[in-house]
């Protein structure tokens, strides 16, 4: 694919981390580009119950509960737990309690990022060594 193509392109990965903590934990990659939103984002997939919680789903049926980061365009928490639906029957629904950090005099976009960049403050950049190690995972990636 050409660089300067404006085609809607993405890509997602299943990658482990060769260590015993994280042994048999997928790590999901997506990216893109020219798609209809941008954002960044963690989400951390929980386990499903060993038992049954709901009279309408199996241990594994439905969507996993979740806890997700919003590093940008502006940051926010959510999490989202399946949790018993109003009425008399014992059905389940997925809910998301979403907090948004919105604070009136917040700084502009990059000024914290320009302002630490000035002052030689790199705590907030990635290391050379990190963008190499991005590269070797996604440049293989046919285009």
């Known amino acids: 694919m050409a660089k300067d193509s404006d085609v809607e392109t993405f890509c997602a990965l299943r990658l482990f981390i060769d260590s015993w903590r994280w042994q048999g934990v997928p790590w999901y990659l997506r990216s893109g580009k020219c798609l209809a939103a941008t954002a960044a984002e963690v989400l951390v997939e929980l386990k499903p119950p060993p038992q049954r919680l709901f009279d309408d789903s199996a241990p594994v049926d439905g969507r996993a509960n979740y806890l997700r980061f919003r590093l940008s365009p502006n940051s926010a928490v959510a999490l989202a737990v399946r949790v018993k639906r109003a009425g008399k029957e014992f059905v389940g629904e997925q809910r998301e309690l979403y907090l948004l950090n ?5 700084e ?3 000024e914290r990022l320009l302002s630490d960049a000035m002052a030689g403050n ?3 950049f990635t290391s050379e060594e990190a963008v190499e190690a991005a590269w070797v995972v996604v440049d293989p990636v046919p285009g």
């Open 102 to 106: 919105e604070q009136p005099g917040e």
């Open 108 to 110: 502009a976009p990059y």
């Open 122 to 124: 790199g705590a907030l």
